[in-house]
């Protein structure tokens, strides 16, 4: 281990020649090169060093001195030195704790190792001193190179602030090229393998030429290091002036009783943003906002700006969460006390609080259910937070068509805000809510962007784990919320948005289904929001079926509880006007309260018709019954079609025009009726669109009806598609449909054979009130829905 280096033109080199003796102690010395007139301090440590410094004190204290090659190595070998050192002359010893010692040498000479003659306990090693070459006159070049060296050295050494007086005198006063060299490199350390070479090179002008190279590399590296150093200085200067201005600001306006409103709120803002538990890089983002903050006027319209995103960054929640309660007992409780049926989202909630409970770690489930309005979809999403016991948030897309509803506005933008989920999650104050998409299928796209496909990315697990919000600007992650989304129908859904869902079809209620909906959710929720007890009012199952067949056609149970409603109503300003209960609903006053049914059963007012089918159709809002109308008009063959029919439907009127020509005599029609006759189309309702192929195979009995004079049975609703070859393909929606056909009376259903497997979704009891009978091609619809014979007239 090597101290600091220092230098000595000691006299004792002055005129005197130097006797080496041939045999000396050696010690092996690490991380420096010596060189002849230096005085040097070595620790020695090292139980081979201190015994040869022990040989060199009882002699003439003279010691060789050589470098080793590897500096790690604790006890090197001969090869592992270099063969080239110097004399020095041991000038004084201290002695340090743990058998340690400070020596102090002065190197007088370079010496060869010729040869090494003891290798234990120390080294003793023969040594031949080295003839050094000094030209006898100075040339203008060595000249010119002593002067550049000089300069060099002091430039190097002031750049690393070790220059002082003395040192430049000494540098002035040595005019041996070989000297200079020698003292140059004492002071300025080079690398142990240049300095070596330095060693070894006896010739004087040569060693100078080689350390001027050196200098100048030096230099070069000195002086980008300074410059490095004093920028750094600079800007530790710039910002300890402004840290001492800013205190001094603080105490003076302390001394004068004035409050620093902005340094309060710039504190303020600082804990909550530590207390926030934000994410790493968002929290590195909101400090980065607050020091912006913190420099600018709190009166500018920036710092409004700021400090508005910062509010949003506080209370979002990043960590905060509740806990699910996994009870599926008292879940299955909650969620029949809140919905009558629905058995299907039931079964798959459960399901998914059976996963979470054995896997805390899986995804929330992205669900979608589909259904006719006033089903329950909403509030079945409100009754699976309460079994979750998680926070519930609801947002509406309904007519939304700006695509930063969803992602949010970019902050430079005048009043931007986040979008509709980050503002969702804030209000919820969780980061694991129940999160219900309203009216998904409303969603409009324009120029302003897509926002279904915005929805794209929030409605997907692999990718909402770092959703970011335009406003924000920082990843949130959505994984751990539960997402349920609603619509009427999955049509206008892009295919991508729709694959990323798990789609849950609520079908419409059966009669029977919404008596106890009304009796167990609707009815009690009546009287007490009208301050009616169950005494006030008798309601009987005959009337809430007359209600419900008289005065609602509808799948979901929405205006039968504003026609309940109407009935509390009633009652309760007979009460207010101080009338004495309890008042009795009955089927004979109950057009009383209601006024007269609003929906006449028309079967029980038609008779078998020529040219009129019964088909049933599926819409958004549940199943429907059409009556299709065809009438037969001398003409060219042209086919009308009216009633606001949409291509595909048109397209199933050609269809089964094209299949009667083809079966003309068969079906006992004109073969070329299409020359004399007009077919003219009609379905009801034309204010209202109309489109799909279920209707196919109730147009073609129609029009075989009309051409052939036979009628169709009154009592026979069918649907189906239908082909060239008068095959019938299946179609969707059957459950709806035969609720239809119930609403409307009819008993027996023809429905296409491979719809078979849809009957399951049906309940027992409409299946027991129905006659669903399969078919497959056109033939046995005809068979089952022509009358045979025509009937006589009414009788009188």
């Given at each position: 281990?090597?101290?600091?280096?220092?230098?000595?033109?000691?006299?004792?080199?002055?005129?005197?020649?130097?006797?080496?003796?041939?045999?000396?102690?050696?010690?092996?010395?690490?991380?420096?090169?010596?060189?002849?007139?230096?005085?040097?301090?070595?620790?020695?440590?090292?139980?081979?060093?201190?015994?040869?410094?022990?040989?060199?004190?009882?002699?003439?204290?003279?010691?060789?001195?050589?470098?080793?090659?590897?500096?790690?190595?604790?006890?090197?070998?001969?090869?592992?030195?270099?063969?080239?050192?110097?004399?020095?002359?041991?000038?004084?010893?201290?002695?340090l704790p743990e058998d340690r010692l400070k020596v102090l040498v002065q190197v007088l000479a370079r010496v060869e190792v010729k040869e090494f003659l003891q290798l234990q306990p120390f080294f003793k090693a023969r040594v031949l001193p080295v003839k050094e070459k000094e030209p006898e006159h100075l040339s203008v070049e060595a000249e010119a190179l002593l002067r550049n060296v000089r300069e060099t050295a002091e430039k190097v050494l002031a750049l690393r602030g070790l220059l002082n007086p003395d040192l430049s005198a000494m540098f002035s006063s040595v005019d041996e090229p070989g000297r200079l060299a020698d003292l140059v490199a004492a002071h300025v350390r080079f690398k142990v393998s240049e300095a070596q070479e330095l060693l070894e090179t006896y010739d004087g002008l040569e060693r100078l030429q080689k350390i001027a190279r050196y200098l100048h590399r030096e230099l070069e590296v000195a002086t980008l290091q300074a410059k490095i150093q004093s920028e750094a200085q600079e800007e530790m200067a710039r910002s300890q002036r402004e840290y001492f201005l800013r205190e001094q600001l603080r105490a003076i306006k302390r001394e004068?009783?004035?409050?620093?409103?902005?340094?309060?709120?710039?504190?303020?803002?600082?804990?909550?943003?530590?207390?926030?538990?934000?994410?790493?890089?968002?929290?590195?983002?909101?400090?980065?906002?607050?020091?912006?903050?913190?420099?600018?006027?709190?009166?500018?319209?920036?710092?409004?700006?700021?400090?508005?995103?910062?509010?949003?960054?506080?209370?979002?929640?990043?960590?905060?969460?509740?806990?699910?309660?996994?009870?599926?007992?008292?879940?299955?409780?909650?969620?029949?006390?809140?919905?009558?049926?629905?058995?299907?989202?039931?079964?798959?909630?459960?399901?998914?609080?059976?996963?979470?409970?054995?896997?805390?770690?899986?995804?929330?489930?992205?669900?979608?259910?589909?259904?006719?309005?006033?089903?329950?979809?909403?509030?079945?999403?409100?009754?699976?937070?309460?079994?979750?016991?998680?926070?519930?948030?609801?947002?509406?897309?309904?007519?939304?068509?700006?695509?930063?509803?969803?992602?949010?506005?970019?902050?430079?933008?005048?009043?931007?805000?986040?979008?509709?989920?980050?503002?969702?999650?804030?209000?919820?104050?969780?980061?694991?809510?129940?999160?219900?998409?309203?009216?998904?299928?409303?969603?409009?796209?324009?120029?302003?962007?897509?926002?279904?496909?915005?929805?794209?990315?929030?409605?997907?697990?692999?990718?909402?784990?770092?959703?970011?919000?335009?406003?924000?600007?920082?990843?949130?992650?959505?994984?751990?919320?539960?997402?349920?989304?609603?619509?009427?129908?999955?049509?206008?859904?892009?295919?991508?948005?729709?694959?990323?869902?798990?789609?849950?079809?609520?079908?419409?209620?059966?009669?029977?289904?919404?008596?106890?909906?009304?009796?167990?959710?609707?009815?009690?929720?009546?009287?007490?929001?009208?301050?009616?007890?169950?005494?006030?009012?008798?309601?009987?199952?005959?009337?809430?079926?007359?209600?419900?067949?008289?005065?609602?056609?509808?799948?979901?149970?929405?205006?039968?509880?504003?026609?309940?409603?109407?009935?509390?109503?009633?009652?309760?300003?007979?009460?207010?006007?101080?009338?004495?209960?309890?008042?009795?609903?009955?089927?004979?006053?109950?057009?009383?309260?209601?006024?007269?049914?609003?929906?006449?059963?028309?079967?029980?007012?038609?008779?078998?018709?020529?040219?009129?089918?019964?088909?049933?159709?599926?819409?958004?809002?549940?199943?429907?019954?059409?009556?299709?109308?065809?009438?037969?008009?001398?003409?060219?063959?042209?086919?009308?079609?009216?009633?606001?029919?949409?291509?595909?439907?048109?397209?199933?009127?050609?269809?089964?025009?094209?299949?009667?020509?083809?079966?003309?005599?068969?079906?006992?029609?004109?073969?070329?009726?299409?020359?004399?006759?007009?077919?003219?189309?009609?379905?009801?309702?034309?204010?209202?669109?109309?489109?799909?192929?279920?209707?196919?195979?109730?147009?073609?009995?129609?029009?075989?009806?009309?051409?052939?004079?036979?009628?169709?049975?009154?009592?026979?609703?069918?649907?189906?598609?239908?082909?060239?070859?008068?095959?019938?393909?299946?179609?969707?929606?059957?459950?709806?449909?035969?609720?239809?056909?119930?609403?409307?009376?009819?008993?027996?259903?023809?429905?296409?054979?491979?719809?078979?497997?849809?009957?399951?979704?049906?309940?027992?009891?409409?299946?027991?009130?129905?006659?669903?009978?399969?078919?497959?091609?056109?033939?046995?619809?005809?068979?089952?829905?022509?009358?045979?014979?025509?009937?006589?007239?009414?009788?009188?």
């Amino acid at each position: 281990m090597i101290e600091e280096v220092s230098f000595s033109t000691s006299e004792l080199m002055e005129g005197e020649s130097i006797e080496v003796p041939e045999i000396l102690p050696l010690m092996a010395i690490r991380d420096i090169v010596l060189f002849p007139g230096m005085v040097i301090p070595l620790f020695v440590g090292r139980e081979k060093s201190l015994e040869a410094v022990s040989e060199a004190l009882a002699g003439e204290k003279l010691l060789t001195l050589v470098t080793q090659k590897d500096p790690a190595e604790e006890d090197p070998a001969p090869e592992a030195l270099f063969k080239v050192g110097v004399v020095g002359l041991i000038i004084r010893t201290f002695k340090l704790p743990e058998d340690r010692l400070k020596v102090l040498v002065q190197v007088l000479a370079r010496v060869e190792v010729k040869e090494f003659l003891q290798l234990q306990p120390f080294f003793k090693a023969r040594v031949l001193p080295v003839k050094e070459k000094e030209p006898e006159h100075l040339s203008v070049e060595a000249e010119a190179l002593l002067r550049n060296v000089r300069e060099t050295a002091e430039k190097v050494l002031a750049l690393r602030g070790l220059l002082n007086p003395d040192l430049s005198a000494m540098f002035s006063s040595v005019d041996e090229p070989g000297r200079l060299a020698d003292l140059v490199a004492a002071h300025v350390r080079f690398k142990v393998s240049e300095a070596q070479e330095l060693l070894e090179t006896y010739d004087g002008l040569e060693r100078l030429q080689k350390i001027a190279r050196y200098l100048h590399r030096e230099l070069e590296v000195a002086t980008l290091q300074a410059k490095i150093q004093s920028e750094a200085q600079e800007e530790m200067a710039r910002s300890q002036r402004e840290y001492f201005l800013r205190e001094q600001l603080r105490a003076i306006k302390r001394e004068l009783g004035e409050t620093d409103e902005l340094e309060a709120e710039i504190e303020e803002l600082r804990e909550k943003i530590q207390k926030a538990r934000m994410p790493k890089e968002v929290e590195k983002e909101a400090l980065k906002q607050l020091s912006r903050l913190e420099m600018m006027h709190p009166d500018t319209a920036e710092a409004t700006v700021i400090r508005n995103y910062l509010d949003w960054l506080i209370e979002l929640p990043w960590r905060k969460s509740t806990k699910d309660k996994l009870d599926l007992k008292r879940a299955k409780e909650i969620l029949d006390e809140d919905h009558y049926d629905l058995d299907k989202v039931k079964e798959r909630l459960l399901e998914y609080l059976a996963v979470k409970k054995l896997n805390p770690k899986a995804k929330g489930p992205i669900l979608c259910f589909v259904g006719p309005p006033g089903v329950g979809k909403t509030s079945l999403g409100r009754s699976i937070a309460r079994a979750l016991g998680r926070k519930f948030v609801r947002v509406s897309l309904g007519g939304v068509r700006d695509e930063a509803e969803i992602r949010g506005h970019r902050r430079t933008y005048v009043g931007a805000l986040p979008g509709r989920i980050i503002q969702g999650l804030k209000q919820a104050g969780v980061n694991n809510p129940v999160f219900m998409i309203d009216e998904v299928d409303k969603l409009c796209s324009d120029f302003q962007g897509d926002p279904a496909a915005a929805l794209l990315e929030v409605l997907d697990p692999e990718q909402n784990r770092e959703f970011v919000d335009h406003y924000l600007g920082v990843p949130f992650d959505l994984s751990k919320v539960m997402f349920i989304a609603t619509a009427n129908m999955t049509d206008p859904l892009p295919p991508a948005l729709l694959d990323r869902m798990e789609v849950i079809y609520l079908s419409g209620y059966t009669p029977e289904d919404k008596l106890m909906i009304a009796r167990r959710y609707l009815l009690p929720r009546q009287l007490k929001e009208h301050g009616l007890s169950e005494k006030d009012l008798h309601l009987s199952d005959q009337v809430i079926f007359k209600v419900i067949a008289e005065y609602t056609a509808e799948a979901g149970v929405r205006e039968l509880d504003r026609k309940l409603a109407a009935l509390c109503r009633k009652v309760a300003r007979k009460l207010a006007e101080g009338e004495k209960g309890p008042f009795r609903i009955t089927a004979g006053n109950l057009h009383k309260y209601l006024g007269p049914p609003e929906y006449v059963e028309e079967l029980s007012q038609e008779e078998d018709e020529i040219g009129v089918a019964t088909g049933l159709a599926w819409t958004p809002y549940g199943g429907e019954v059409l009556y299709i109308e065809v009438t037969v008009m001398e003409g060219k063959g042209n086919l009308i079609l009216t009633g606001q029919l949409g291509d595909i439907m048109k397209e199933s009127a050609q269809a089964a025009l094209s299949y009667i020509r083809t079966k003309a005599r068969e079906l006992k029609i004109p073969v070329r009726f299409y020359e004399k006759y007009d077919l003219h189309i009609h379905i009801p309702s034309g204010a209202i669109p109309k489109d799909g192929p279920s209707a196919g195979v109730t147009m073609a009995v129609a029009m075989i009806s009309a051409l052939a004079k036979r009628p169709v049975s009154k009592e026979v609703a069918m649907t189906g598609e239908i082909t060239l070859r008068g095959k019938i393909l299946p179609v969707g929606g059957i459950k709806e449909k035969a609720l239809a056909a119930l609403r409307k009376g009819i008993k027996k259903v023809l429905l296409p054979e491979k719809n078979l497997k849809d009957l399951e979704d049906i309940p027992a009891e409409l299946r027991r009130k129905l006659e669903f009978v399969p078919v497959k091609h056109l033939d046995e619809v005809l068979e089952i829905a022509l009358v045979k014979k025509r009937r006589g007239q009414k009788r009188s």
